[in-house]
């Protein structure tokens, strides 16, 4: 047993040893401080990366001056950096001096002139991280929706505005963006709520978060449970499930992830979620970063890939990618196919949209508008959309809607400054879109119209379709331009949901994990042939299933609850929530499909996959369905790729407002032409000149005698 005084000696000598330890780490800060360290780090990563550069570096003049930028950096010491945004208009800010080597925002941002305090808050002239960052304005995200206003609205005095209080009401991004649909969400919540028995109507009356344009107000989306504790399905399906993609919230995945608000779209993400650039302060092993600090107005397919990959997927669509069945087939030297979306769900590749393979990108048709809103707030994504194909390509009898650049019109010009590819004079012809809005990009040339890409600058030579061949046969005016022009559509039958209350999920909108977790089943999958109807525009399109509906919910103990075993909602209107929906499938091409694989087709009418009889007299298709629902367990007397009956009874409703199959008077007038295909197949055959009904001729009745005795 030790000695007291042996005891007190050692707690001395440990006090010491403390002491001595906390004054040389004191001493060590005064001698290498935070921005020290900082600085030293950022010298090192400068360069690892001109080390790179000199590795691949061909040219020995380019070599020697790389060479001379390494050996200064070796001998560079640190120092204070100091930056007076706009000229000594802002206090100076020290930010830099930790922060070296972070990248210029952009080109019309650089950080010598902006600084770091004009969009992020904090403390500028302080050179500790802590009295730095007092005041920062969302962490590592200052664009958020619910900052926007500040970081980016730009409302000083001494500064003037930048996304706000704009010469053109549709340039005040930081207003208007919060009232858009991808901030919103009201079409997914309205149809939602509609689909699931809630509502009479699709027509939204919430949103992610409460909204209003003045006109239209929409209401906060409800919790999971009432204040009462009752739990609500349809809001749990949406918080846990579909509101996973909206501008409030980030998705940090390691794939086809992205950021909140602004840099959702304007910031790049990098295939881990990883940052690699110079900032040395920012850690480079964690998921949630953009890949540099920067921002373009250039957005790049892949941030729209991000969000677009779900639903009628047309960000897969477009590159020519369709989720297949997830059985990993056809392997590839014996193993799963290695061709596996950010989620790990398997798909197929497939032709490309015609636009993809010439090297247009999203933004070379959709304008800012259509992303970004226009201020008004919209409960469906058709009435924030203002591009049509018409608009480019014109119609059967209408040529696209032009207008005249001046030099006063301020919008324009704008949206010129943005693109460093085009370039427009005073007195130029451009496009308009459907809503009269400018299309910069598309100008009038001696050669006819040319759309210059935005990303590339490619001019691309624009077709217009009005008065050409083929493009004139009676009966089809009511056609989109893509019901002929789709090689493809996304048809994802039967969604078999279940909720999981032996696990847990994660709310989208607090971020908050509670009992209760959502999975996700599917019938099947085809992609060959397409499903027409009516689409919410009135006109003939193409259908897909959208969604069709079968929940199954399991309690804490692992048992399924009635009555949701595989249950079938009943909506208000009478339909059930096996649904069909319309869609623009994003799969354009130049080919066409035949007469028959509209018109004789039963899949093509909405009558389901199966082998089809064509009753002449009665001017009826009857179809033996292929697909048999009750055998396959589903609780509905119709195949599950049915939309209507051979009589044009509504099987499968909608969710989309006007949306439906077709009834019996179109069908008999689609099939009154099928006595007449077998011998006038082709679009450019005079007949079809001529408006219908059509009748055998006496030559007609003849060529089917000597059709019919040659099969004999």
Known sequence: MKSPSNVYLSACLILGCILLGTFGYIEYRHRTPEWKQYQLKGFELARERLEQQLAAEQSGEKRQEIASEISSLKNKKPEIIEVSPFGGKLPVERCLTCHLGIEDLSKSHP????????????????????????????????ARLDLAAASCGGQKSALGSCHSQREHPLLNRVENVPRSIMATNAGIIGILRFQWGLESTSESEFAIKSVSDGKTTLSPVHAEKTESGVFNIAESHFRKFCAACHLWGSRPRETMGRLEGCPACHAPYGD?????????????????????????????????????????????????????????TPFVHGQLNNDILSDGRFYWKLVPDVHHEKGMACIDCHTGQDTMGDGSVHKFMKDQIEVRCEDCHGSRKTPPATMTVESKDPLIHTLVRGSPFIRLNDGDTILKTSKGRPLPNVRLTEKGFALTGKLTGKQHPVNVVTGKKNHGIPGHDRLECDSCHSAWSPQCYGCHQVLDFTNRGTDHLTGKQTQGRWAEGRGFFRYERHVYGINSRGKVGILVPGCQVWNTVVDADGKIVPPFDSAITKLRNGNSSVAIGPTHPHTTRKE????????????????????????????????????????????????????????????????????????QEELRRITSIARCLPCHDRYDDPVWTKPGPYKETAACLKALEEMQRKQE
């Open 111 to 142: 950080n010598t002139v902006f600084g770091c305090v004009t969009c992020h808050g904090g403390n500028g002239p302080d050179l500790t991280v802590k009295g730095a960052h007092a005041g920062l304005r969302g962490g590592r995200n200052p």
């Open 272 to 328: 881990r979620g990883h940052y690699s650039g110079g900032d040395p302060t920012i850690k480079r092993d964690e998921t949630g970063h953009p890949a540099t600090h920067t921002i373009t107005n250039l957005i790049p397919n892949d941030r729209c890939r991000a969000c677009h990959n779900r639903s009628a997927r047309i960000g897969l669509n477009y590159h020519g990618e369709m989720e297949s069945s997830q059985y990993g």
């Open 592 to 663: 066409v499909p035949r007469c028959v694989d509209c018109h004789l087709d039963p899949k093509a009418l909405g009558l389901g996959e199966g082998v089809a009889t064509f009753k002449s007299k009665e001017n009826q298709v009857a179809v033996e369905p292929l697909y048999d629902s009750r055998a396959s367990g589903l609780k509905i007397p119709y195949s599950i790729d049915s939309v209507v009956d051979a009589n044009g009874k509504e099987l499968q409703g909608t969710s989309h407002q006007l949306a439906r199959g077709f009834n």
